[in-house]
């Protein structure tokens, strides 16, 4: 069983909101509101993280403002520009079901029935109701749509095998 990360990616500063060191973020969670709910964040350099303390934050569209302790000025904020934010694991709360993009990319994808692995999740698009994982394998990548009626299970090595467990139509690879 692989070694499940503490820290996880969870947005990016893009830019600055206002003069007194709000921050604009680019959500990397599964909601802008899941961000804006985080009370600390981390930067990382090397392999140590530094805590933030999140002061305010907010939803505006799909981006979020946050104000962090320490950042009181639009030239402090500025200098954050680029920096990705990490959370720690345990400041998430997962329904039963719900797995970490970081814990579950990379796993192989394999025929619920056959066994047959297909390739390895590469990517997880987001485009609108649910969201598609991009398969990759040697003859090509493929896309399946991340439903119940193809994902069949999601194992991390608890009862069976690790790997992304599906049930495909005919077509769905070619």
């Not at 056959?114 to 997880?124: A, K, P, W």
């Amino acid at each position: 069983m692989r070694k499940l990360c503490e820290y996880l990616e969870c947005g990016q500063i893009v830019s600055t909101h206002g003069v007194k060191g709000t921050v604009r973020l680019e959500n990397r969670t599964d909601s802008p509101e899941v961000l804006a709910r985080l009370k600390r964040m981390y930067t990382k350099k090397g392999e140590s993280y530094a805590e933030m303390t999140v002061l305010r934050s907010s939803v505006q569209k799909n981006m979020v403002l946050t104000t962090f302790e320490g950042i009181e000025t639009v030239e402090a904020a500025a200098a954050m520009r680029g920096t990705v934010l990490y959370a720690k694991r345990e400041d998430f709360r997962l329904r039963k079901g719900d797995y970490f993009w970081a814990d579950i990319m990379g796993l192989p994808v394999i025929d619920d029935e056959t066994g047959e692995v297909y390739g390895t999740l590469s990517n997880i698009l987001t485009p609108g109701a649910h969201q598609v994982y991009v398969v990759k394998r040697e003859a090509g990548d493929f896309m399946i749509p991340a439903v119940p009626e193809f994902i069949k299970e999601i194992s991390l090595g608890e009862k069976r095998e690790e790997g992304i467990y599906v049930s495909l139509i005919e077509g769905m690879i070619d």
